[in-house]
């Protein structure tokens, strides 16, 4: 039976009131508050590494990101492992928290259609996110400024923000992964169980697993050096399954302007090429965009899982 | 005896004839050393080589004198000058040192020179004065005579070996010179050219390194002098004459010589990129071309221009045109240049030199070449993008509205 009007109506109201609840929510303010203390935390180790090692360069502030100094990862590898908790937090019971709570029949009951609800409560988590990152992205360029001492250049500018959208995807993933899970499974404790396992599996154990996967799938011939390549090649694509490695290359990519490429690369290549010239900011987009993309549509394919499976679901019980 | 005296233009002593009898010794006279077809020497022999010397006002005068034995022993002689004018020194040297009396060994020279410092007020005629030498209870005498005159001083001269030279700015061009002290006396002479502007000139002495400003040249003696003129590249093309001195002081004798040099055209070739830039992009794996100016701005022309490039191994490059017959100064030429980059080159700067190079010139430049990605991966990320957002929508639109 097809019914007639938009299905997104109503989709802006019920994502300003999820918003407004993840906002006020402790389990929202106990994550970033954990995000927020790594977050400083990384800065300001890479601002005392900066200031002692580094003595000049083009892309000062970009390294804020990226120089980590023992015991602590740089701001960039917290962000990828701490972020995906933030996201889980917010959609691991978005929608068998409402069943649970019995409130999902009084949603229905208001004049819209059952797409507005997951519209409406991705978004609404997707907004939080896009809140939280920006305020934690002018929060780091701040603490930059003040113990830098300098401005960030153009370019500078140009890599943080789109590493700051590639992020926002990178969290959009697993904020619908976390959706999806809460729509598969009736229980919020199973649904977060499940989308903490896949986080610890794809950000810890993934880099572990890959080369065992490869060296099965394609095992090395000592005659044949290519096929040491191929190993490599069947590697890198398992890596790439999981979002932190995309993440991961992304971020490398975008912070540094002196890394060309995320593959291997033949001596031959590097033939004639200057060494350390930093690449012109679309540059690095147009070679680090296919991992974007693949974020993009990661968290589109896990958005539709999640909405297939919520419409099909008996939702009156 | 007479004949020897002759033959070797001594100035022989009086008293010699007369000593011969007194130490003959024939039979010792044999074992001297001499000329394989000359008489042979006999018996003590004090001789000048020139005894008679002109000098000019204030001079010193050296008379080299020889003590010759031809005897079978040692002989002392007591030597001393007799009948100077009034107011003139002597000194009789031998090897620097001041000696009264000499002792030449048997079949032995001595040689000793005579210094003679004359007044300084000495009227300006002849002067004759005697070497007296005592050997063995002889007297002997050597007459001498010392004329103060006005001496004209020989000709100081500059000759270059090959006065005329030709080349273009390149070439540094070496005039080789003898110069030639015609006076009495050692002299340092300064030496200096002059050029036209933009010519640098710089002297050595001879075949050597260093550059010298003068040179030491002895009384009659010739030295050889090397000028080396580089020019300034905006030298025009044209004869240009140089005048090359030598000189001591004020009173002293000076040189002067002409050279010519024929400055002859030559092409310099300029190559620039695409608005004067030397960097531009191109994707790895398809042909960008770059327009390039190559100019000569030199005072010829340029002939059989060719291009060529250095590049990252995969890497074509290409020109139009590739050759030129000729290129007139002045004239400016289009290249294409078209480069492709190997396509499994990775994104960044990369180093293209590029060569233009004509009969004796060329020039190179450095190109940077950005290498762009390949926008197909771009194109298919959007794709996969797309399918996402299709997927979505045909979820949307099979289960939606609930």
């Not at chain 1, 060309?260 to 001596?267: K, L």
């Not at chain 2, 050219?193 to 390194?209: C, I, S, V």
């Not at chain 2, 531009?280 to 794996?285: I, K, L, N, V």
């Amino acid at each position: 039976m097809k019914r007639k009007g938009s299905p997104l109506t109503g989709v802006a109201s019920i994502a300003l009131k999820e918003a407004a609840d993840h906002m006020t929510s402790a389990r929202m303010h106990l994550i970033m508050m954990l995000v927020l203390l790594t977050a400083i935390g990384a800065v300001y180790a890479a601002i005392g590494q900066i200031k002692t090692t580094t003595a000049q360069d083009a892309f000062l502030f970009l390294k804020l990101f990226t120089v980590a100094k023992a015991p602590l990862p740089s701001f960039s590898s917290f962000m990828g492992f701490l972020l995906p908790l933030l996201a889980i937090a917010l959609g691991f019971d978005a929608v068998n928290g409402e069943f649970s709570r019995r409130t999902m029949s009084r949603i229905l009951a208001q004049p819209i259609y059952r797409d507005a609800v997951l519209f409406g409560k991705f978004l609404g988590g997707l907004m939080v996110l896009a809140i939280a990152l920006v305020t934690l992205w002018l929060l780091m360029v701040g603490l930059g400024i003040l113990f830098l001492g300098l401005p960030p250049s153009g370019a500078d500018v140009a890599r943080g923000l789109v590493y700051l959208a590639a992020t926002l995807f990178y969290t959009g993933v697993w904020l619908a992964l976390a959706l999806a899970f809460s729509t598969l499974t009736r229980s919020p404790a199973t649904s977060a169980l499940a989308a903490l396992s896949v986080w610890l599996i794809f950000t810890i154990f993934w880099q572990m697993i890959t080369p065992l996967l490869a060296s099965v799938i394609s095992p090395i011939n000592p005659y044949d050096p290519m096929t040491m390549l191929a190993q490599f090649h069947t590697q890198q694509a398992l890596a790439r399954i999981s979002p932190a490695i995309l993440y991961g290359e992304t971020a490398t990519m975008l912070l540094d302007p002196t890394s060309r490429s995320v593959g291997p690369i033949f001596m031959s290549q590097l033939q004639g090429a200057l060494i350390g010239s930093p690449l012109p900011t679309m540059q690095s987009i147009k070679i680090i965009w296919p991992q974007i993309a693949g974020l993009i549509a990661g968290m589109l394919f896990m958005f539709t899982l999640a909405y297939v499976s919520f419409q099909r679901q008996e939702v009156r019980s | 005896m007479k004949s020897l005296a002759k033959s070797a233009s001594f100035a022989l002593l009086g008293a010699a004839m007369a000593m011969t009898p007194l130490l003959s010794s024939n039979a010792m006279a044999e074992a001297f050393t001499q000329p394989a077809n000359g008489p042979a020497i006999h018996g003590f022999w004090l001789t000048a080589d020139h005894p008679d010397v002109a000098v000019s006002a204030g001079k010193k005068v050296s008379i080299p004198l020889s003590l010759l034995n031809a005897l079978d022993n040692p002989v002392r002689t007591k030597l001393a000058v007799k009948g100077l004018p009034e107011g003139w020194t002597y000194s009789i040297k031998a090897g620097g040192t001041d000696v009264t009396s000499a002792m030449p060994l048997p079949n032995e020279i001595d040689n000793l020179t005579l210094k003679v410092d004359p007044a300084n007020d000495a009227e300006k005629k002849t002067y004759k004065f005697e070497v007296d030498a005592i050997a063995n209870g002889d007297q002997f005498k050597l007459p001498l005579s010392v004329a103060i005159a006005d001496i004209p001083l020989g000709d100081t001269t500059l000759v270059p070996e090959l006065p005329a030279l030709h080349g273009t700015v390149n070439t540094s061009f070496q005039y080789k010179m003898k110069l030639t002290n015609g006076s009495n006396h050692d002299t340092l002479f300064n030496l200096s050219a002059d050029a036209p502007a933009g010519f640098m000139a710089t002297f050595k002495k001879g075949y050597g390194n260093e550059e010298i400003t003068g040179i030491p040249v002895k009384a009659g003696a010739t030295e050889s002098v090397t000028m080396t003129i580089k020019l300034n590249h905006d030298v025009a093309e044209g004869d240009y004459p140089i005048e090359v001195a030598a000189v001591a002081g004020p009173d002293d004798p000076a040189a002067k010589a002409k050279v010519s040099l024929k400055v002859s055209g030559s092409p310099k070739l300029l190559l620039s990129g695409p608005n004067d830039r030397l960097s531009g992009q191109a994707t790895a794996g398809s042909e960008t071309t770059f327009p390039f100016v190559l100019v000569n701005n030199g005072t010829a022309a340029a002939n059989k221009v060719t291009l060529s490039a250095t590049s990252p191994s995969g890497w074509k490059v290409s020109f139009d045109p590739k050759e030129l017959a000729k290129l007139d100064e002045g004239k400016t030429q289009n290249v294409n240049v078209k480069i492709e980059p190997s396509s499994k080159a990775i994104a960044g700067d990369y180093m293209v030199h590029i060569r233009a190079k004509a009969d004796g010139v060329s020039k190179e430049v450095d190109y940077r070449v950005t290498v762009e990605t390949s926008t197909m991966w771009g194109i298919i990320g959007v794709g996969i993008i797309a399918i996402a957002v299709i997927v979505l929508l045909g979820a949307i639109f099979r289960y939606g509205r609930r």
